[in-house]
Nanobody, 124 residues
Framework: DVQLQASGGGLVQAGGSLRLSCVAY????????IGWFRQAPGKEREAVAC????????YYADSVKGRFSIARGNAKNTMYLQMNGLEPGDMAVYYC?????????????????WGRGTEVTVSS
């Protein structure tokens, strides 16, 4: 049984930083694409950042480029999303996810496993 647990969300002032963590149970990241997605109230879930464990390539949504960074942890079943320069537009529930392919794919509907999400609130 595969479970993903995201944590690290919270309330931060605009311009601040948060680091989200994701721990996977039942899988290790090798052989998967891993990613962070977010969903704001009334909006569709969207891709934030994804990482291929095959070649180490990464993808970032235009809205977060230069501010967010996705990385694997030293443990084979952890990953992080470092978020700097947070803006009110970043407010959402953030989900970590895994896809049973190593290709760098970052489309919501392609991903197989999802965590429950962690909420990020940015005050202006």
């Amino acid at each position: 049984d595969v479970q993903l647990q995201a944590s690290g969300g919270g309330l931060v002032q605009a311009g601040g930083s948060l680091r989200l963590s994701c721990v996977a149970y039942g899988i290790i990241w090798d052989g998967y694409a891993i990613g962070w997605f977010r969903q704001a109230p009334g909006k569709e879930r969207e891709a934030v950042a994804c990482f291929s464990t095959g070649d180490g390539s990464s993808y970032y949504a235009d809205s977060v480029k230069g501010r967010f960074s996705i990385a694997r942890g030293n443990a084979k079943n952890t990953m992080y999303l470092q978020m700097n320069g947070l803006e009110p537009g970043d407010m959402a529930v953030y989900y970590c996810s895994a896809l049973t392919m190593v290709s760098l794919i970052c489309e919501v509907y392609d991903y197989d496993y999802w965590g429950r999400g962690t909420e990020v609130t940015v005050s202006s």
